[in-house]
């Protein structure tokens, strides 16, 4: 499995910015997805889930309200919709696919988000 994340960029506090993630290669054996963010001198942590329906979602505090996730399971791409995007948001984006039931996780080379204040 391939991940390739696009639409990261700079935008100014209170605006969006919409990030996709394109998977490509053994994209069936996909399960639950994820957006990551790092920002710098600080560990990855986990921004929003999806499970492989789209059906149950999970985000985490900081962006609940603000962020909407989901995926597109014909065009096997998944989106980050983030809204009212505030200074703290900024880092390096990435997107997670877990495969076999948590067997195998794989990770795209990350998008930069920057907001300025």
């Known amino acids: 499995v391939q991940l390739v994340e696009s639409g990261g960029g700079l935008v100014q506090a209170g605006g969006s910015l919409r990030l996709s993630c394109a998977a490509s290669?053994?994209?069936?054996?996909?399960?639950?997805m994820g957006w990551y963010r790092q920002a710098p001198g600080k560990q990855r942590e986990l921004v929003a889930g999806?499970?492989?329906?789209?059906?149950?979602?999970n985000y985490a505090d900081s962006v609940k309200g603000r962020f909407t996730i989901s995926r597109d399971n014909a065009k096997n791409t998944m989106y980050l919709q983030m809204n009212s995007l505030k200074p703290e948001d900024t880092a390096v984006y990435y997107c997670?696919?877990?495969?076999?039931?948590?067997?195998?996780?794989?990770w795209g080379q990350g998008t930069q988000v920057t907001v300025s204040s």
């Open positions: 997670k696919a877990v495969v076999a039931g948590g067997a195998y996780n794989y």
């Open positions: 290669g053994s994209t069936f054996s996909i399960d639950a």
């Open positions: 999806i499970t492989s329906g789209g059906g149950s979602t």
